[in-house]
Nanobody, 122 residues
Framework: EVQLVESGGGSVQAGGSLRLSCTAS????????WGWYRQAPGDGCDLVVS????????WWRDSVKGRFTISQDNAENTVYLQMNNLKPEDSAVYYC???????????????WGQGTQVTVSS
């Protein structure tokens, strides 16, 4: 059974920072594709970032470019989303996704993880 356990969300003021973590079991991030999605109440599910192991590329949503970064700890099978200079429009539930487990579709369904809430106040 695959589980993606997200953590690190919280409430911050605009301009603040948060680092989200996602630890996987049943699937390995190392050498595979992965990413993060987010969904705000009443909004659709938006891909924030996705990585491609085939060419080492990373796709970023325009609205977070220059503010968010990613990293991973293969020994811990954990990926991170560092979010700096947060804005109120970044408020959402954030979900991590792995290839075959939310990355291609259903990223915000919560099938493999509960997501983590990020709230940014102005």
């Amino acid at each position: 059974e695959v589980q993606l356990v997200e953590s690190g969300g919280g409430s911050v003021q605009a301009g603040g920072s948060l680092r989200l973590s996602c630890t996987a079991s049943g699937v390995t991030f190392d050498g595979s594709d992965w990413g993060w999605y987010r969904q705000a109440p009443g909004d659709g599910c938006d891909l924030v970032v996705s990585t491609s192991s085939s060419d080492g590329s990373t796709w970023w949503r325009d609205s977070v470019k220059g503010r968010f970064t990613i990293s991973q700890d293969n020994a811990e099978n954990t990926v991170y989303l560092q979010m700096n200079n947060l804005k109120p429009e970044d408020s959402a539930v954030y979900y991590c996704a792995a290839k075959g487990y939310g990355l291609e579709h259903s990223g915000c369904k919560g099938y493999w993880g509960q997501g983590t809430q990020v709230t940014v106040s102005s």
